[in-house]
């Protein structure tokens, strides 16, 4: 990802590249104006990893630093983010979130990562 300030310094483009080409395009183009390819679509496999549960966050701002890693992981082209929750009201916050992301076609799918419950994997391409 790549970010341009205009001239004044007062707002921020965000840009990204095409996996296919390497064209640098604009965060909310939906396909390369060079290759045609679907940007929302592609990954390079990889997984963002964020921990919501473990600095004394509230349900709220647990909540808010999930809404931001999977902002911040879309943008990266991730495939995956691992939010790691813990066990407890945080956990139980998270997974209704992600429910209602997944219904709403926001996310592919989710689930906890093999047998620890205190740590969900998220796919979001």
Request: charged share 20%.
């Given at each position: 990802m790549r970010h341009r300030i205009d001239t004044r310094g007062e707002w921020l483009i965000f840009m990204k590249e095409c996996l296919e080409?390497?064209?640098i395009v604009g965060?909310?183009?939906r396909y390369c104006p060079k290759c045609d390819a679907d940007l929302r679509q592609?990954?390079?496999g990889s997984t963002l990893t964020v921990d919501v549960a473990h600095s004394g966050q509230t349900k709220e701002e647990a909540l808010e630093q999930l809404r931001s890693a999977l902002f911040n992981s879309a943008r990266?082209?991730?495939?995956?983010l691992r939010v790691i929750?813990?066990?407890g009201l945080i956990s139980e916050a998270v997974y209704t979130r992600l429910v209602h992301l997944k219904r709403s076609g926001r996310i592919k799918s989710f689930d906890y990562e093999g047998s620890n419950r205190g740590s969900i994997m998220v796919r979001g391409r």
């Open positions: 080409c390497h064209f965060d909310k183009t592609q990954s390079d990266a082209h991730n495939q995956f929750v813990g066990t």
